[in-house]
Structure formats: structure tokens, C-alpha cells
């Protein structure tokens, strides 16, 4: 996971009150916010986003200390957007996954051809992300 998620800023979706609780949406730092996370500029945002690119980050704990983070859920900077490029196909309802799993490889091989490296995930749906990192945020702290 931390290879996935090293050098793209992140959000998190929260469950503090446990996962049948009610949830929030979390990108940027608040009080409190663990040592072991990167705050970094994003073209576009005001606020340094959360960046997690240690182990440590990723358990969500601090020295001493249980993990108190209640992340459930930890979304890297999407296809389509400044950062990390790349390409999101919607299938049709009448598209097979099989199908769909085909033309996510057939992506990664011409984007390969090309120069590029990327990398498939699959998406909170019935889709697939091929995503192409190009360029990365800059830490501010």
C-alpha cells in the first residue's frame, strides 16, 4: 500500500465513532495531525493536502501511542486530475468486466509504448483507473 500511496497527496474518509458511525471526509491537516504525515501543496487548493509516505503514516499512530486515525478508507490523488493524469473508462451496462479488464491493459500497453509508466486500480464502482504519474507536489513541511 505505502508504493501505491508514497508521493500523492491523499484523502481519508474517517469513521471515529466506528464504521457503522457517521463518516467524514478528510484531505487536509487538523490539530492534532500525525508527525508521520506530509503536508503538501496542491495546484489549486488553498490548504496543504495529507501526504502519507511512511509505514508509520499509514498505521496512523504516533510514538507511544495507539492508532487513533479511524481511517477507513484512503483515497491517492485521482485520474483526471493535476498530479496524476490519467484515463477513467465508464463501461456501458451492457459491457462486461472481463471487457473492461482487457481495455485497462490494452491503456497501460500503449502508454507504455509511449514512455510512460502506470498503474491500474480499480475504482469505488464498476470501473477501472489507469493512472500515469507525472508530476509531484511539493512538501511544506
Known amino acids: 500500500m505505502i508504493g501505491y500511496l508514497k508521493g500523492r497527496p491523499c484523502s481519508v474518509v474517517r469513521a471515529p465513532d466506528g464504521i457503522n458511525g457517521e463518516t467524514f471526509f478528510q484531505r487536509h491537516a487538523m490539530p492534532g495531525t500525525s508527525k508521520f504525515l506530509e503536508l503538501v501543496r496542491v495546484s489549486g487548493d488553498r490548504k496543504p493536502y495529507l501526504q502519507i509516505d511512511r509505514v508509520e503514516g499509514l498505521a496512523g499512530g504516533r510514538p507511544g501511542r495507539r ?23 465508464r463501461p456501458a451496462p451492457d459491457i462486461e468486466f472481463a471487457e473492461v479488464i482487457e481495455a485497462a491493459k490494452d491503456m497501460r500497453q500503449r502508454l507504455s509504448a509511449a514512455g510512460l509508466e502506470s498503474f491500474c486500480k480499480t475504482t469505488g464502482g464498476k470501473g477501472l483507473h489507469v493512472v500515469t504519474p507525472l508530476l509531484h507536489a511539493q512538501k511544506t513541511r
Do not use: D
Open 67 to 89: 492508532p487513533r486515525a479511524a481511517s477507513v478508507e484512503l483515497r491517492a490523488r485521482r485520474a483526471g486530475r493535476a498530479g496524476t493524469p490519467g484515463v477513467r473508462p
